[in-house]
């Protein structure tokens, strides 16, 4: 059926804010999606909370919402709005939840809408696990069988049926308590009758344990004529067991024969044929290695993260063509964009390997429990493709930027035998080097898969890469022609990689290599394996004869991205090098895009005009520029990731667009950038690097406590404290200097202050800042975590000018063009700056979007060499907004076992969410409930323990509340504090004084907020920790800083609720 | 050891030999979905004198085993690949891609830059090559790929005698064998078929001796116009039900007056798009043809359309009860499969 023209106005709901689980491939599959709408002249309504994506920007969908994802303001925008069609399946689980509850409240029939796509009722036959079993039942597919037992008696008959291991999973307790895998009978009785005991509803289930299966999955798309195709077949390298997220993936599929294959085919097929997916289904499977037995895990009716990865492994745009469907069209109806001859209606073929590998926050997060599991705990992740499994698996290890350039690990070497044969069967992020590690000591791959139940073949492919480290070690530059070499890099070896091994200098190995005439070429991604020509020129480097990428004589720039998303660089990275690329674009010069990120709109398909799918090292991004001799390269949207590479580029003379590499420095350097203060008179908080612990406590002393410490090269604040008092910062330097010898501390006087901030513009001439943000937290919690107003509420036009006075004249200093990021304190009405980033920075898109300047674009022409005057701007501040919209931060802590939840200098955050609103206290209630924050209400009951500094000050705040008519949980020292205050308050238990302690409290479910003001972050005994960990994990909503509970007591007195706010569009923000 | 393949236009390509170690000549044509089935590719009689190009650079992951193959011999000619492997492993895996085709007699080379070569065969046409082990001049090659003659391949892989695959069932089908593959014959035997496989020069008179409630006409290699049965459908339509697919079906089409011409690069893949005219439903199939019907004679009507390249991929003649696709139908029973074609060339109704 072609277009269905009663479809004039769909709504399209996002994914709302970065969580782990639920990352930045939601606004690539929803960017496409309203493209794709807009395109056929529908228009779309877009609903998303999240600021920091390219879907909700200006000029993206007809009308832009940046509001809370509830249904209140969702029906709200539609009541507004008034769309006929709701597409479900592009915001992730919760835009699929969120259009499944719309429907279920009858409100989609109130308004008339319909949804297009997959149906509601499909969706929910995949949805829930009653309804799962029953379709499976239903199309013949076998699933790991499972029953609820409620004696050990039934416990036992049912696993003598289904055969050992069996897991055991104990009805209604939290996070899997009480739950095991049992190998035998008499495992089975302990594990069982402990789960009995302590289910609530002396319920069991007891579920065929499929653990080391192989994971296979396949993306596939069904169009309403019922013609469907397999888009790809993807394998987990780690079998059933580690969540697919946290899993090295291979596209396509590699260990099956064509009867496994097609097995697994079919059946994914025959499900989506048979609840009639209109759109992208995601099929899990396990698939027993030694026989035909499979197993269907899931089931996703909706894009994902593996449709992604499958959209970019392939080049075959599922959102957009799963949107296609949803307006009417059949898939033979529908273009295939990579070619501009053939149609969707074919399964793409690719003639390369790709590999995925999760990117995780372990290196922030140095406490975090590292066993990877069931539950994901990946931030981002890396797609690498190459002609062969090893190129691949190496280029994905160099992208993920934690120093890897070959397999060899040094923790890894450090680890005795037995160490990491136990460290390989309990897999963490490490798995693959102490892998390498144990193959390197000569460890059988037979035993090895053995332990790992991993398939030998991959094994044997690691083996490889190993055996030619080893090779390489024995070998001299005078022995290395061009035969090895050539071998060296087809197996996917770097300069860098290949110069440790050989114990070389990179230059020497560059040099061998251009002597040799060993360089890449550039093969096309197509999706049909080159039988038809491409138009989309999406490339990868290979070794080898051939050379598709043709550079043009046009004039032409690269951008670099930003590579995986991380804590501390996620989407707004992209979202500056998209824009980059969109500008250069309207000037009419060829885009040159290089990332190595899967999840992001830079690597879509149409985004740039030429996309290199690499990663991000000096060697492989200068192989690129070798080829493509653009004017220039544009660093300053990608992050550190592309900022790092500035001065690399300028000693091989490539031209940077923007502020030059020795700026870059002198604002990176931080003794530089002192004097560069001092010469400018301006103020920061007095400070020093140190080299040693007596050095350090002797500055201390001069300097006075609180003090600020840091190590000295840092991103996103990571091992960032604040010490209060000499025995903390012992400890902190002692702790420091045994990680790090070759690098000082830095240690800065803390100044408790409010924390400004600014992204502005400078052409060396004029300085144009688009807004002023302020804090809502004081110093000292992370700017990336604090909640952001804009406009500012509480400075005065002294301050604001001398934020423009520094501005102005630092970004003059360091000959800015483009990009630079100030962050100041001001404490007792004077201004101190506390870090400058010479690049775009994460609070961008937020800035672009709620002041409407667009940022990135004029900071792109400047790089050009226009001018802000020329561009009808000029030096000062933009005329600020009356509406206020204020970031909030958004955490996905209850995700990362053992992990500091509280607020402070090291960055912990995940994602954002915006509130909007036409007054502060408006603005901060929508961003609360956007953020999913409880609101309490009178009858709420809040447990509070505060720590002494803060007493007097929480005092008020508490008051306030009990007027509200909430009531008090605490501990000894703050029930006492309320309680000779006249607040009522139920004294708990601490930890140590037995159960049922504040835990239990919290357990139960009767607390709605918890204030928790800690004296010190991470330290996993204290009780505070315990709390706050119990808090993530029951999703209880904590506050850890009291300048956000003061916002929260505000936001309970305006009275302000879901009816009494408005929803207001994204063009009404003025 | 080293070997070159040399194409027609002199190009030449250098990699590893392995497999069958020795010189061969062949029609070298590539195909996008051998990174799962490689074995039954090999043994498939209509690989004959093909030299067979592999997009996917991996090739022989999963190994070998003795029951997944077409047929007991090996047709292919050469397999190029880019990286053969030599450590499979999979539960069913026996022997290695490389010790299964030195067995069989085929030639492999690789190290190859498979999608240079596979580029150049799609902008210049499919072409002879050979496999030279030493330096051989282009005269030289030129010379050996004159001599490949491809008139002769149905007839190097058709059965010798007439035999019996099953011996019961309700309806009586008469196998033309062009170089049938096994898992056609058992997707025939699966529907409740007496099947009797004839030589592909067996004559009408033979063939109807049985009284075949239906004639097949399978897949093979080379020109539908060499092969014999075409004058032997001649003479069987209108006596009897006649269907076929892939080469099969292009003879049944050149014995119908149908047009058929030489694609320029072919199709050899696992996914080519076709639709169901009639239903308007897109399959996506499995085909191995270089050739292709261009032009439908008085009351041949087109049934299946490649969606891609607009081609015609099935044709019927009800007037002389005979069918035809151009796909090779993996037989499947579920609603996006193909077995429906099988049915529908057994159906009861005409």
Known sequence: MPLDKSIKKVLVIGSGPIVIGQAAEFDYSGTQACRAIEEEGIEVVLVNSNPATIMTDRGMASETYIEPLTIEYIEKVIERERPDSVIAGMGGQTGLNLTCELYDRGILDKYNMKVIGTSIESVKEGEDRDSFKKLMERTNQPIAPSAIVTNLEDGFKFAAEIGYPVIVRPAYTLGGTGGGIAEDESQLEEILSQGLHLSRVGQVLLEKSIKGWKEIEFEVIRDGAGNCITVCSMENVDPVGVHTGDSIVVAPALTLAEKEYNMLRTAALDIISSIEIKGGCNVQFALNPNSFEYAVIEINPRVSRSSALASKATGYPIAKIASKIALGY????????????????????????????????????????????????????????????????????????????????????????????????????????????????????????????????????????????????????????????????????????????????????????????????????????????????????????????????????????????????????????????????????????????????????????????????????????????????????????????????????????????????????????????????????????????????????????????????????????????????????????????????????????????????????????????????????????????????????????????????????????????????????????????????????????????????????????????????????????????????????????????????????????????????????????????????????????????????????????????????????????????????????????????????????????????????????????????????????????????????????????????????????? | MKAELILENGMRFTGELFGDEREVVGEVIFATNMAVGYQEAITNPASAGQIVITTFPLIGNYGVNAIDIESDKAAMTALVVREKCDFPSNFRCETTLDSFMKEKGVVGLCGIDTRALTRIIRDNGTMKGIIALNDMSDSNAKAKMAGFDESKLVMSVTTKEKYTYSDKGDRNVAVIDLGVKRSTLEELAKRNAKVTVFPADASADEIMAIKPDVVFLSGGPGNPADAPAVETVKNLLGKVKVCGIALGHMVIALALGCKVEKLSFGHHGGNYPVKDLASGRVLITAQNDNYVITGLADGVSEIFKNVNDGTIAGFECKRKNAEGVLFTPNGGKSVFQDGFVFDRFLSKED
């Open chain 1, 330 to 1070: 059949n898939l033979d109806e529908i273009k295939n964009a990579v070619t501009g001859t053939t149609y969707a209606c074919f399964e793409p073929t690719i003639d390369y390997v790709v590999t995925k590998i999760p990117k995780w926050p372990f290196d922030k997060f140095f406490g975090a429990k590292r066993n990877l599991g069931t539950k994901m705990m990946a931030t981002g992740e890396v797609m690498a493709i190459g002609s062969t499994l090893e190129s691949s698996l190496l280029k994905g290890v160099r992208s993920l930027e934690i120093g890897q350039y070959t397999l060899e690990h040094k923790a890894s070497k450090e680890r005795s035998l037995e160490e990491l044969i136990n460290r390989v069967a309990t897999p963490d992020d490490e798995r693959l080097f102490d892998l390498a590690e144990l193959i390197r000591r000569g460890y059988p791959l037979d035993k090895i898969a053995e332990i790992t139940i991993m398939d030998n073949f991959f094994l044997k492919k690691i083996k490889n890469i190993v055996d030619a480290e080893e090779a390489a070690k024995k070998l001299t530059l005078k022995s290395f022609d061009k035969a090895t070499m050539l071998a060296y890099k087809k197996m996917g070896f770097s300069d860098r990689g290949l110069s440790q091994l050989l114990g070389v200098s990179v230059p020497e190995i560059y040099n061998l290599r251009k002597e040799l005439g060993v360089i890449p070429v550039y093969k096309k991604v197509d999706t049909c394996a080159g039988e038809f020509e491409a138009v989309s020129p999406y490339y990868y480097s290979t070794y080898d004869e051939e050379n598709e990428a043709v550079p043009s004589d046009k004039r032409k720039v690269i951008v670099i991205g930003s590579g995986p998303i991380r804590i501390g660089q996620g989407i707004e990275f992209d979202y500056c090098s998209v824009h980059s690329v969109f500008a250069l674009k309207k000037a009419g010069i060829e885009t040159i895009t290089i990332n190595n990120n899967p999840e992001t709109v830079s690597t879509d398909f149409d985004t740039s005009d030429k996309l290199y799918f690499e990663p991000l090292t000096e060697e492989d991004v200068y192989n690129i520029i070798e080829l493509e001799k653009p004017e220039g390269v544009i660093l300053q949207f990608g992050g550190q990731t592309a900022i790092k590479l500035a001065n690399f580029l300028d000693e091989m003379k490539v031209p940077i667009l923007g502020t030059q590499p020795e700026q870059i420095d002198e604002a990176e350097d931080r003794e530089k950038f002192d004097e560069i203060l001092e010469k400018l008179d301006i103020k920061r908080p007095k400070g020093k690097a140190v080299w040693s612990v007596e050095e350090g406590v002797a500055e201390a002393n001069k300097l006075e406590y609180p003090l600020l410490v840091r190590p000295s090269y840092v991103l996103g604040g990571k091992g960032m404290e604040i010490t209060r008092n000499e025995t903390d910062l012992v400890n902190y330097l002692t702790n420091a200097f045994k990680n790090d010898k070759k690098n000082p501390v830095l240690i800065d006087r803390y100044l408790g202050g409010r924390e400004l901030e600014v992204d502005a513009i400078c052409d060396g001439e004029d300085v144009l800042i688009p807004g002023i943000m302020e804090h809502l937290e004081r110093a000292g919690v992370h700017s990336g975590d604090s909640i952001s107003i804009y406009p500012p509420q509480n400075i005065s036009d002294k301050i604001i000018g001398e934020i423009m006075d520094v501005t102005y004249r630092i970004a003059r200093e360091l000959k800015v063009i483009g990009m630079i990021n100030i962050q100041f304190i001001e404490y007792r009405d004077e201004l101190y700056i506390i870090e400058v980033n010479p690049r775009s920075s994460r609070t961008v898109p937020y800035i672009t979007k709620v002041t409407n300047v667009p940022v990135i674009d004029i900071a792109t022409r400047i790089m050009l060499g226009e001018s802000l005057k020329s561009m009808g701007y000029k030096s000062g501040i933009a005329p600020k907004t009356s509406t206020v919209a204020i970031k909030v931060p958004v955490f996905s802590t209850e995700k990362l076992p053992r992990v500091e939840v509280s607020l402070g200098p090291e960055m912990r955050s995940t994602g954002e969410v915006l509130g909007v609103g036409n007054s502060f206290v408006e603005a901060m209630y929508k961003g609360f409930v956007a953020a999913g924050t409880t609101i309490p209400s009178a009858g709420s009951t809040i447990l509070a323990t505060v720590r002494d500094i803060d007493k007097e000050k929480f005092l008020p705040i508490a008051k306030r509340f009990a007027a509200l008519g909430c009531k008090f949980i605490s501990t000894a020292g703050t029930g006492k504090l309320l309680q000779d205050n006249g607040i009522e308050v139920q004294i708990s238990k601490k930890i140590s004084e037995g159960v049922p302690n504040v835990l239990d409290v919290i357990r139960s479910g009767m607390v709605d907020l918890i204030v928790d003001i800690p004296k010190k972050g991470n330290d996993v005994h204290s009780d505070g920790f315990k709390i706050r960990r119990t808090a993530a994990e029951c999703s209880v909503s904590l506050m850890t800083s009291l300048d956000t509970v003061a916002a929260m007591v505000e936001v309970m007195e305006s009275g302000y609720n879901s009816e009494n706010t408005s929803v207001i569009k994204l063009a009404e923000v003025k």
